[in-house]
């Protein structure tokens, strides 16, 4: 069906995609991915029409454009060679544009008639098989450096708030043992709420969703009644962006763990929350909170304090991302993992000490130049202690991932808070 040229395309807008550099045929081609998973199709461009797409900003007309393509490579682009280009862009959803809205609330409208949120990473980030799930997620309790063994029902303390790590399983499986443990070790939450992180652009600080979560061993179930009580509290609408719990893992990885830890409570709820940019301009570096994210932090806590069941907070978070594949110029060096160690434990310190304004304010001097992608999530996890009845907690593990290329090293820890 041939594309029709919408007006919002003579200035286009790309999305928010991931460029990645390719080779085919002995070429180098930039491949466009949409990490949201609402493209249509991908595609791979080459590296003068990239510099095309670097000007759709939604306020660069198309003669500009091509005036600009002329300024840089002394080379005429054809106007309709690049209005051919955009409609391309837009039949793959790749623009801000009528024709992607319209796909994504046909998307929405689809996601939320499921009866759960499928296991989006089931396959890929653990087996699907119950079996072979229960197995693999087991041996994060005995991996060299793990708590040693699985936990036993109500034979330690209840833990009301929890920090867990989201990275991959292989490359967690001791902080996924440690923390788990612990909470597997006391008694099973009535109301789990898991704040994931969102690696997705968020237009609001707090995103909830309705559903519930698939596992490999049953369904989580959504409790309703909370959801639509803090919905209410909030000043926006927090379904707004909600199908970016569809591809997002934060949530996803806490929600297996949980069931399969407690895969006999019938009456434990979830309640899926992915945390946003803690400042009202997302384009900062995101350690100074905004009006709207403490306005969003405040119904959460009143929320979680008239709740008549006893309520569990999850945080799924990971710390640093440092190394070239992140934007470091070097690649990973026993220095800076050293200093970045430093950095990460100071701020857990503050956190299992309850000191959510100190835990925040640890990043400021940097300006979070390690990255810490969970600053949000950590920080309203910790904003919520007053009301969950919690002083303060204890860092069970901290570990370092690093990539064996150096290219790449992630952060995480666990952190628990009877």
């Not at 393509?69 to 051919?84: A, I, N, S, W, Y």
């Not at 939320?112 to 890929?124: E, K, Q, Y």
């Not at 991959?168 to 006391?186: K, P, T, V």
Request: charge should be negative; aromatic fraction near 8%.
């Amino acid at each position: 069906m041939a594309m029709i040229w919408y007006p919002d395309l003579d200035r286009p807008r790309l999305r928010p995609i991931e460029a990645i550099p390719i080779e085919h045929e002995g070429e180098t081609l930039i491949g466009l991915h949409d990490p949201s998973g609402l493209a249509k199709s991908g595609l791979a461009v080459s590296p003068p029409m990239f510099f095309a797409l670097t000007l759709m900003n939604g306020l660069t007309s198309i003669d500009q454009i091509t005036a600009a393509f002329k300024q840089q490579f002394d080379v005429e682009l054809p106007e309709g060679t690049l209005r051919e280009f955009v409609l391309q862009l837009d039949e793959g959803c790749l623009l801000e544009s009528m024709h992607f809205r319209q796909h994504r609330e046909e998307r929405l409208a689809a996601y939320r008639a499921l009866p759960a949120r499928p296991m989006t990473h089931g396959g890929r980030g653990y087996p699907t098989d119950p079996e072979e799930f229960t197995e693999a997620f087991n041996s994060h309790f005995t991996a060299e450096g793990g708590p040693g063994s699985p936990p036993e029902p109500e034979s330690g303390p209840e833990i009301r708030a929890l920090i867990a790590p989201h990275i991959d399983f292989e490359r967690g499986a001791i902080n996924y043992g440690w923390a788990y443990q612990a909470l597997g070790s006391g008694a099973t939450p009535e109301t789990a709420v898991i704040l994931g992180t969102s690696h997705q652009p968020c237009r609001h600080p707090l995103t909830l969703t309705r559903l519930g979560f698939e596992t490999p061993l049953g369904t989580l179930e959504p409790e309703t009644g909370f959801i639509e009580a803090l919905a209410e509290r909030l000043d926006y609408d927090p379904f707004e962006d909600e199908l970016i719990h569809v591809m997002e893992h934060s949530v996803e990885f806490q929600a297996v763990a949980l069931r399969h830890l407690f895969p006999d409570a019938s009456e434990m709820r979830i309640v899926p929350i992915l945390c946003g940019s803690l400042a009202d301009d997302p384009t900062e570096d995101g350690v100074a909170r905004g009006d709207r994210f403490e306005r969003a932090i405040g119904a959460l806590i009143e929320t979680i304090a008239s709740w008549d069941r006893r309520v569990c907070v999850i945080a799924g978070a990971d710390l640093a991302h440092v190394g070239p594949q992140f934007g470091d110029e070097q690649p990973v060096s026993e220095e800076q993992m050293a200093e970045v160690a430093s950095l990460d434990r100071e701020a857990l310190n503050l956190a299992a000490a309850g000191d959510a304004e100190g835990f925040l304010e640890s990043f400021a001097p940097t300006h979070n130049a390690r990255r810490v992608c969970s600053v949000a999530c950590m920080y309203t996890a910790l904003r919520c202690l007053p009301s969950l009845e919690v002083e303060r907690g204890r860092v069970l593990h901290y570990a370092q991932s690093v990539h064996p290329s150096q290219l790449l090293a992630v952060t995480h820890a666990s952190v628990a808070f009877p």
